[in-house]
């Protein structure tokens, strides 16, 4: 997350802001689980933003049924393709991150 990234305060706020990341702007009773579960991959790969890195519960999402976003929709695939590209940025990221930590170290070596 970047510098400017604010952390929900409520759990309102986290439902609202978690839509947008997962692209289903309403939480429906036909749809709730699927808004959890899309969370809860989000939490997996080291991106919540609930309390300790964490999204918020079934139960959170159950009680915010009939919530409404702006949030853009994300279909099943284009879903998929979005995680497919976080886990690829998230990945390079370390990766750029491991190099310039050895070449620091091969650099501090070679002194």
């Known amino acids: 997350?970047?510098?400017?990234?604010?952390?929900?305060?409520?759990?309102?706020e986290c439902l609202v802001l978690q839509a947008h990341f997962i692209g289903i702007p309403k939480i429906t009773k036909k749809n709730y689980l699927e808004f959890y579960r899309r969370g809860k991959i989000l939490q997996i790969i080291g991106v919540?933003?609930?309390k300790?890195?964490?999204m918020p519960t079934l139960d959170d999402v159950e009680q915010h049924i009939d919530l409404e976003?702006?949030?853009?929709?994300?279909?099943?695939?284009q879903w998929m393709y979005a995680i497919e590209k976080l886990l690829k940025d998230l990945t390079n990221a370390l990766q750029e991150k491991e190099q310039s930590i050895s070449v620091e170290s091969s650099v501090l070596h070679d002194v």
Request: hydrophobic share 30%; no cysteine.
């Open 1 to 12: 997350m970047t510098e400017q990234f604010k952390y929900p305060e409520t759990i309102e």
């Open 48 to 50: 919540g933003f609930w």
């Open 52 to 54: 300790n890195g964490s």
């Open 69 to 77: 976003t702006d949030a853009m929709k994300l279909d099943p695939k």
